[in-house]
Nanobody, 114 residues
């Protein structure tokens, strides 16, 4: 069935990097705008990054601009979020999402330590 599965989260030191992946199945991945959201404990879920169907256009929340890069490989039905220069405030559960379908993955935990 329709599914998004995130992976790549973990524990990383401040200043380090992680790459999150989101494997999509059960729908035509290349036809949809994709997004990454995150949610920290006690906070609202927030939109982190958006990517157009081909990857030509991207946008980011202000606090991650210059540090995070959203990308996609339509041939592999996979969405990525490269996270560099990680900060403590990046600690959250990260979710991939197809907004137009209301489709969410299960989330992957990113914990940044100092």
């Amino acid at each position: 069935q329709v599914q998004l599965v995130e992976s790549g989260g973990g524990l990383v030191q401040a200043g380090g990097s992680l790459r999150l992946s989101c494997a999509a199945s059960g729908f035509t991945f290349s036809a949809y705008i994709m997004t990454w959201y995150r949610q920290a404990p006690g906070k609202e879920r927030e939109l982190v990054a958006t990517i157009s169907t081909t990857g030509a256009y991207t946008n980011y929340m202000d606090s991650v601009k210059g540090r995070f890069t959203i990308s996609r490989d339509n041939a592999k039905n996979t969405l990525y979020l490269q996270m560099n220069s990680l900060k403590l405030e990046d600690t959250a559960v990260y979710y991939c999402n197809v907004r137009s379908l209301g489709l969410w993955g299960q989330g992957t935990q990113v914990t940044v330590s100092s």
